[in-house]
């Protein structure tokens, strides 16, 4: 596992949300991406060799709506980078950490991702990140 390649923070607005973080980062947000395969629209801002991925659900009820009922607004899932995605997913399985998915799929910002399930972690949503290489 490489760096902490950026922090998830689940919010009711990213339309007032990214204002907030452009005040308190110094920093503009320099990416917002809609990842129809979660129903999140979600915003970046570069915070040093990390990111802040701001978090707003897209339909009624999805996973950041339940998980903001639940437990407010706030840090939602920590992300580390990976090369190897598939030989990280391996490593941790044979260690017994399970997965809510464990074929990686495409997240937001052009990478491969998958959660590991907080139970096994103390609570924690951790995701694992690979670049996706360019083609060509
Ligand atoms: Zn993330």
Redesign the pocket.
């Known amino acids: 596992m490489q760096k902490i390649e ?1 922090i ?1 923070i689940a919010v009711n607005s990213l339309e007032k949300s990214i204002p907030l973080f452009e005040q308190l980062l110094g920093t503009l947000c320099y990416k917002t991406e809609c990842v129809t395969s979660e129903n999140v629209n979600t915003a970046f801002f570069k915070t040093g060799e990390s990111k802040i ?1 701001l978090i707003e659900g897209m339909v009624e009820g999805n996973v950041i709506q339940q998980f903001i009922e639940k437990r407010g607004e706030g840090i939602h ?1 920590i ?1 580390f980078s990976t090369d190897d995605i598939e030989s990280e997913i391996e490593r941790l399985k044979s260690l017994g950490f399970e997965f809510i998915h464990d074929v990686p799929k495409k ?2 910002d052009n990478k491969l ?1 998958c959660f590991l399930k907080p139970k096994c972690t103390n609570g924690i949503l951790v ?1 694992l ?1 690979q670049e996706i290489p360019n083609e060509g």
């Open positions: 950026h998830g991925e899932h992300a997240g937001a991702i995701e990140c």
